[in-house]
């Protein structure tokens, strides 16, 4: 309704506003009086016990699985797998000995995934749901549930759901790893402040995103999003947003799988959004760009301080480099929002698709 919407034109917007209030709420909901980790201790437990992490998801929440992967791997140094959910039900891959099955799901109802939990379940393995929405069917069948806490997400388009599922599952990864006895040099509370203060800044320069999205993506019928490492999983997760929202045909692709096809795909003025935040393919990511450029494309770069060249179409400030995505992907929520708006699109409800799809 217009009372939830406030003053704003869409829940989207709204929603996408509302990441730097919820990634406090979960510094907030996540730490002890003693700034400690606060985490339901059989979570913890079953974190250690397991060899191997199956995390199952959909859509938004499976990009968001993908980056879990990187935290729980980097920090706490357990083997993750992360699964489409559809897929996985039908074509179970070998399981390790002690496997713990996470399930990551904005609303904690999609079918999909449920029919990935009871399978599980008759296995006999334990279950993790991380979801917004404690109480629904996921998060009832499994064994434990960690909350997300973004609040009600109307818009079909997941935004600030997303950003929390990184969150959640980067403190449940620095846990673990303390768990376990690892030492890291990675106070996730006080990194994540500043991915909050980042994203405010970001959200404050809306204008720029929208006139990236006009001088890019007013007229074309498809857009490619190019990265390496976190920033190809966000550049998925940017093409998913703008192919929901603006109909453009969008793709996200592996700066590096270019050559092997994709690049045959780009012609005279088609866009290529490039993201360039890690500093290990820094240099190779502005390559493939080079390369596009050299075949037509309207390229932009959308790099992080520290990383930028002259000629970047956005520079992000500087935050922890495992916490990237977090940030990295508002220009990409932004230029998608505003891709869809200038195109008469119905931003918050894009035919053909639902909030929560409960049927397989
Ligand atoms: C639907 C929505 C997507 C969402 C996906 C998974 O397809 O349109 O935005 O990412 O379901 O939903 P979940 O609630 O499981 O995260």
């Known amino acids: 309704s217009d ?3 406030g003053t704003y034109p869409h829940f989207m917007l709204k929603e ?20 400690n980790i606060k985490l339901d201790a059989d979570v913890r437990a079953a974190m250690k016990a397991c060899d191997r992490i199956y995390i199952i998801a959909a859509g938004t929440s499976y990009h968001a699985g993908l980056l879990g992967k990187q935290f729980i791997e980097k920090l706490a140094n357990i083997p993750v797998e992360v699964h489409v959910a559809s897929e996985f039900s039908y074509n179970m891959p070998l399981l390790s000995e002690n496997p713990l099955f996470v399930f990551i799901s904005q609303s904690g109802e999609t079918a ?13 393995h334990p279950a993790l749901t991380v979801t917004n929405v404690p109480g629904s069917t996921l998060s009832r069948e499994a064994d434990y549930t960690l909350h997300l806490h973004a609040g009600p997400e109307i818009a079909v388009a997941s935004t600030k759901a997303y950003t929390a599922q990184m969150a959640v599952l980067a403190i449940l ?29 970001l959200a404050d320069q809306k204008e720029k995103f929208e006139d990236l999205a006009r001088e890019y993506l007013q007229t074309t019928r498809n857009c490619f999003f190019i990265g390496r490492g976190t920033d190809y999983y966000v550049g998925l997760e940017g093409s998913l947003k703008l192919k929901e929202i603006s109909y453009i045909q969008a793709e996200g692709f592996a700066g590096g799988e270019l050559k092997h096809g994709t690049i045959a795909l780009i012609e005279e003025g088609t866009p290529v959004i490039a993201l360039a935040t890690q500093e ?27 990383l930028d060249k002259e000629g970047d179409a956005f520079v992000i400030p500087q935050v922890h480099e495992l916490l990237t995505p977090l940030v990295s ?26 909030k929560s799809v409960t049927v397989e």
Do not use: W
Request: charged share 30%; with cysteine.
């Open 112 to 124: 999909d995934s449920r029919s990935v939990l009871v399978q599980t379940k008759e296995l006999g």
């Open 173 to 201: 990864a620095v846990d673990t790893a303390r768990a376990k006895g690892i030492e890291l040099d990675f106070d996730p509370m006080q990194e994540l402040g500043i991915v909050a203060n980042t994203m405010e800044a």
């Open 329 to 354: 992907v508002l220009p990409m929520q932004l230029i998608s929002y505003y891709a869809a708006l200038h195109r008469d699109c119905d931003v918050d409800k894009p035919r053909n698709l639902a």
């Open 16 to 35: 996408i506003d509302e990441q730097p209030f919820v990634i406090r709420k979960i510094i907030q909901e996540y730490q002890d009086e003693n700034d």
């Open 280 to 306: 290990n393919v820094n240099y190779s990511i502005r390559g493939n760009v080079q390369e596009v450029e050299a075949r037509g494309a309207n390229s932009m770069i959308i790099s992080m301080k520290g």
């Open 3 to 5: 009372i939830e919407k």
